[in-house]
């Protein structure tokens, strides 16, 4: 027996994301994805402490001045983005409830989905392999990744302006 996927006419169960409306679908999503990578960053801070409590010298050594940097780095900027996650998830369904704009929801929830990898990822791989004492070129996947967080922070600013004053009571 083969499992489909429901046709459009056919009801889906109510559990099923696609038939949730777009600011509950986003609630969901950001709330998991802000959970689940708040605590993997914490996990990652765990690690560096346990370098640090060690005293493991490719962490501590003089060499390792901008390694440690760079781990920091990555530690702080994914927990902080994690709870950016938490708070978007929170926020979505009164920014885009009932009748609103899913494209701009949906950009949104992509540029802070990308800049969630690429922000800490470029910081975390430029540490990784240093280059005469320097950051690797994966270092540039910083700046990419802070572009792609204005843009989420930018639409939801502009979809926070422009919510009406009675939109928040309808949800």
Not at 133 to 160: C, D
Request: charged share 15%; glycine share 12%.
């Amino acid at each position: 027996m083969t499992s489909r996927s429901p046709s459009p006419n056919e009801a889906r169960p109510p559990g099923d994301a696609a038939s949730l409306p777009p600011g509950r679908r986003l609630l969901r999503r950001h709330l998991a994805i802000g959970w689940w990578s708040l605590l993997l960053f914490l996990c990652v801070g765990l690690g560096l402490e346990v370098l640090h409590g060690f005293k493991v010298p490719s962490y501590l050594g003089a060499d390792a001045t901008m390694r440690r940097l760079m781990w920091r780095l990555a530690h702080a900027h994914g927990a902080l983005l994690a709870l950016v996650h938490v708070a978007f998830g929170l926020v979505a369904p009164h920014l885009w409830g009932r009748g609103a704009s899913e494209r701009g929801a949906s950009l949104a929830s992509r540029a802070l989905l990308v800049a969630l990898v690429l922000l800490p990822g470029g910081f975390f791989a430029a540490g990784a392999v240093l280059v005469g004492g320097e950051p690797n070129p994966s270092v540039l996947l910083v700046p990419l990744g802070a572009a792609f967080l204005f843009v989420g922070v930018g639409l939801t600013a502009v979809a926070a302006t422009r919510l009406r004053p009675d939109a928040a009571q309808d949800e």
